[in-house]
């Protein structure tokens, strides 16, 4: 039985939309402002429309298996063994299934990990852990200090399993290494043969691998680009298929003994397509050594340069969506770093968090259900494809250069990263890369952070024979960070946070907008800002600035009420005492007259707010 609505179309009645339709509509709204007004870039020059259309001709980019989810790994970073055996097990209890072990003075151990490779170190953290149960368990030995995968083969074949049932990664990463510690204790030739001649060890022992790592991290870490992390990626992997080939592995089984690890951020469809092109990427140098592709094993690891030490519960935000990206990209397995790394070692909520955001993605919204659902779409088609080309120039550079030693040690690499990290922070420092929680929308009264108390380690040297600039690790919102570090200072010091008061004219819907501006301005350098209602006249306006014990003033208001009162409302916060007085917006033809009643700065959208804050906290300091 069929009711009267199973043939309604709804759309039927409605003509067909078309883009021109939609870009006259565009236009309309902007008002003779160019199209290209809407089309962003990234810092690989790529441009991304506000729309597309479907692509059209497209295949399927395959990573998991079919509806398969992707692995849920816990990083396992306390130094003492004991103790990071009690929080693995506990991991494993509680949803996740796999560990990522981070040893101290690894390029991506954060400041913690386990202490060292020692038998006895490994004998206690992997107390009670039932290798071949299934779960996954991720090495990251670290160059010069002990060979954490033999000793790890050594246990397993202790206990009697049997290697080939354990998923292990040894993720040996000599030259990601390298890259950050910036050097290398010998020239790569000398070296290639003593790496190869251990995978082969473990590949006789029976076990699986993969066994080394390209490590996309040390690129994306620095501050570089999308394109960029992916060519050194794509370098690295090249740069070992070469010695593994050299060291008399087959070529087909040498390809089988490398991974991936990239790095997921909160853009959500740059990070689709990165994932993405890493696998046509791969597939394309396959190609070119005769060999039928075949899906790498690509993990993914939540960007440590995007996580804030202030109002910390926002990281879990950008953690939640690059997982979601990572993971509709075909991740295999994903590392998420708890939302309170910045701030030391992490306690058992802010890893239960960590684990929960995949878990919540897989078992209620059932992410991996669906393979590679970008497939076709036009935004992340175009994407991916484009950050192909861009990379495989980039990839083809470094081998022009004599590969991804030669490219490090000539500094081809760090150049470029270098000027996209400058570029990148310059956006920061302007607030055009926004950092919510850091550089817009601060929260001055947050809510204490607790983690473990647990000092984290210090650099050793490496002193090695070559040296080169290093890929050294940043976090973008530390500019902003150290600000708000001075003005926990100054309120220990003196019982209150440096002040600017919002000197509001007009009626609330005259000011509101660049009120809303200027206290996420100041606030994000630590600058409390004391609001006030709207005042019409001079002396009313004054008498409230005194009462707030503030020494700097901004006028907020719309560029009606500007014309009306500011001048007047200037004067009067000079008389007053103001030792600073700033305009929010743009003073235009009044500049001269503003400035002489004593408005001394003008803030708008795209200043430098670091170099404005430092200016405003030196000014308090000195008061």
């Not at 779409?377 to 030693?405: H, M, N, P, Q, Y």
Request: hydrophobic share 45%; charged share 25%; with cysteine.
């Amino acid at each position: 039985m069929t009711s009267a609505t199973d043939d309604l179309k709804l759309a039927a009645d409605f003509p067909k939309a078309t883009e021109d339709d939609w870009r006259k509509l565009v236009d309309g709204v902007l008002k003779g402002a160019p199209f290209e007004k809407l089309v962003a870039k990234t810092y690989d020059g790529l441009k991304i429309a506000p729309i597309y259309t479907r692509a059209k001709g497209t295949e399927p980019v395959f990573g998991r298996a079919p509806a398969a989810p992707w692995q849920i790994m816990q990083r396992v970073d306390h130094p003492d063994a004991a103790k990071a055996n009690a929080l693995a097990l506990r991991d494993l209890e509680n949803g996740a299934t796999g560990l990522e072990i981070e040893f101290e003075g690894g390029p991506g151990a954060r400041g913690f990990g386990v202490a060292d490779a020692a038998p006895e170190t490994l004998k206690k953290l992997f107390d009670g852990v039932i290798l071949d149960a299934g779960i996954s368990i991720s090495l990251h030995p670290v160059l010069g200090r002990g060979n954490a995968g033999e000793a790890v083969a050594d246990l397993i074949e202790a206990q009697r399993i049997d290697p080939a049932k354990v998923d292990v990664r040894f993720n040996y990463q000599a030259l990601s290494t390298m890259a950050v510690r910036g050097g290398a204790p010998a020239p790569w030739s000398e070296m290639e043969k003593p790496f190869a001649t251990v995978v082969a060890g473990l590949m006789s022992r029976g076990f699986k691998g993969p066994f080394v790592l390209a490590d996309g991290r040390p690129v994306h870490d620095a501050g570089g680009s999308e394109a960029q992390e992916l060519a050194f990626a794509l370098a690295l992997a090249v740069a070992y298929l070469r010695l593994l080939e050299a060291g008399g592995i087959a070529l087909d089984l040498a390809r089988s003994a490398i991974s991936f690890r990239l790095i997921a951020d909160a853009d959500q469809f740059l990070t689709m397509a990165k994932f993405r092109a890493m696998r046509r990427l791969w597939a394309r140098v396959e190609q070119a050594c005769a060999l039928a592709p075949r899906p790498a094993f690509i993990a993914a690891e939540t960007a440590w340069r995007m996580l804030i030490q202030r109002d910390a519960y926002v990281n879990m935000l950008r953690a939640t969506m690059a997982t979601f990206a990572s993971g509709l990209g075909g991740a295999n397995a994903v590392t998420v770093l708890p939302h309170t790394l910045a701030l030391g070692l992490p306690d058992g909520f802010a890893r239960r968090v960590a684990r929960n955001t995949q878990l919540v993605l897989l078992e209620e919204s059932s992410l991996a259900k669906v393979s590679d659902p970008a497939a076709g779409t036009g935004g992340i088609e175009s994407l991916t494809t484009a950050l192909c080309e861009i990379v495989w120039s980039l990839f083809r550079e470094i081998e022009k250069a004599g590969g991804a030693f030669a490219a490090l040690q000539q500094g081809l690499i760090q150049s470029k990263v270098a000027a996209t990290r400058k570029a990148r922070e310059a956006n920061v420092s302007r607030r055009k890369d926004v950092l919510t929680g850091a550089s817009e929308f601060p929260n001055l009264h947050e809510a204490h952070v607790a983690v473990e108390d647990v000092e984290p380690f210090a650099p050793v040297p490496a002193n090695d024979a070559i040296a080169f600039e290093p890929l050294s690790p940043l976090r973008l919102a530390a500019p902003f960070e150290r600000l708000r570090d001075r003005s926990d200072q100054m309120l220990k010091a003196s019982g209150k946070r440096p002040r600017v008061f919002l000197a509001n004219l007009g009626t609330a819907a005259d000011f509101t907008a660049r009120a809303t501006f200027a206290k996420s301005f100041f606030e994000a350098g630590g600058i409390e800002a004391i609001g006030s209602e709207g005042f019409s006249d001079a002396a009313g306006l004054a008498a409230a600035f005194k009462g707030s014990g503030a020494p700097l003033a901004i006028l907020c208001s719309s560029d009606k009420v500007y014309a009306q009162l500011a001048t007047e409302a200037a004067k009067a916060l000079q008389a007053a005492g103001a030792n600073h007085i700033y305009f929010a917006g743009r003073p235009g033809e009044r500049e001269a007259e503003l400035r002489e009643a004593g408005v001394t700065d003008f803030i708008v959208a795209g200043d430098d707010a670091v170099a404005v804050l430092q200016k405003a906290c030196e000014r308090m300091e000195r008061t």
